[in-house]
């Protein structure tokens, strides 16, 4: 359940339900293509392959995500920053 800015409750289950739906459905076409990123990220670059966000989610709380590392470990970042 989740509680709105107004006191009313909302139930999600159906959309948690229909989440977990389309990732089952999904993942048979988006795991080989996962693993292939994977492995031409780390033959094409050291380092890590995932690194982890922090990004403000709903109410404001922070909350981290891992992301596929898709740029160079010293690239520079401030023109993206601003």
């Not at 909302?10 to 293509?33: R, V």
Request: aromatic share 8%; net charge positive; charged share 15%.
């Amino acid at each position: 359940m989740m509680h709105t800015t107004n006191g009313s409750v909302s139930k999600l289950g159906w959309k948690f339900a229909l989440d977990i739906t389309c990732i089952l459905l999904a993942l048979p076409i988006w795991l080989p293509l996962m693993i292939l990123l994977v492995l031409v990220t780390r033959l094409a670059s050291p380092g890590p392959i995932f690194y982890r966000q922090k990004r403000v989610g709903l109410g404001g709380k922070h909350v981290s995500i891992w992301k596929v590392r898709t740029m160079q470990l010293s690239a520079e970042t401030q023109t993206h920053e601003h």
